[in-house]
T-cell receptor
Framework: GAGVSQSPRYKVAKRGQDVALRCDPI?????LFWYQQALGQGPEFLTY????????KSGLPSDRFFAERPEGSVSTLKIQRTQQEDSAVYLC????????????FGEGSWLTVV | AQRVTQPEKLLSVFKGAPVELKCNYS??????LFWYVQYSRQRLQLLLR??SRESIKGFTADLNKGETSFHLKKPFAQEEDSAMYYC????????????FGAGTRLAVHP
């Protein structure tokens, strides 16, 4: 495809609602990352997949955050019982496996919790 | 702990002026450092990486291990350089997990 694709681009959720954010990585990219970017801050790492295996979830802020990539391609980030502090841009990125390869970012999903 | 610091939130210059966006890091070992750029309404994209020693769009960055810095420089700023710039380095661990600085907004005025 043309690049990393994310949907929805914009989501407004009521506090307590569950949300699901989708990421379509570049075809053939083994590595997939989710980042959270709060207003005025740089992206912060959430989790990393190599194919379908979630190898690092150290950045997930709470057990309300869950990510999956069941077939090693599309990934979904789910946030349960959203809180106002979850409002941020959620960025997905993908790369080839080898360290040092360029990471390509999606345009992000803007989540606002009201 | 690994950390990236960009001390300036905003850097405002006039077209044709030199630009230096500061980045300091803390890292044990030999880091590979990156500059990412985000133009208005566009996605975050790699601008340059120190290991390639390239000049991209007139920008260069030199790794100074003594000062633990990786400042981004351009001798003559252009209006199209206006964007958010993020410095980043990888966590150790064998894959491309990045730590980003908070970013500096560069505004180039005509």
């Amino acid at each position: 495809g043309a690049g990393v694709s994310q949907s929805p681009r914009y989501k407004v959720a009521k506090r307590g609602q569950d949300v699901a954010l989708r990421c379509d990585p570049i075809s053939g990219h083994v590595s997939l990352f989710w980042y959270q970017q709060a207003l005025g801050q740089g992206p912060e790492f959430l989790t990393y997949f190599q194919n379908e295996a979630q190898l690092d979830k150290s950045g997930l802020p709470s057990d309300r955050f869950f990510a999956e990539r069941p077939e090693g391609s599309v990934s979904t980030l789910k946030i349960q019982r959203t809180q106002q502090e979850d409002s941020a841009v959620y960025l997905c990125a993908s790369s080839m496996k080898v360290p040092g390869n360029t990471i390509y970012f999606g345009e992000g999903s803007w989540l606002t919790v009201v | 702990a690994q950390r990236v610091t960009q001390p300036e939130k905003l850097l405002s210059v006039f077209k044709g002026a030199p630009v230096e966006l500061k980045c300091n890091y803390s890292y044990s070992g030999s880091p590979e450092l990156f500059w990412y750029v985000q133009y208005s309404r566009q996605r975050l994209q790699l601008l340059l990486r120190h290991i390639s020693r390239e000049s991209i769009k007139g920008f260069t960055a030199d790794l100074n291990k003594g000062e633990t810095s990786f400042h981004l420089k351009k001798p003559f700023a252009q209006e199209e350089d206006s964007a958010m710039y993020y410095c980043a380095l990888p966590f150790s661990g064998g894959y491309n997990k990045l730590i980003f600085g908070a970013g500096t907004r560069l505004a180039v005025h005509p």
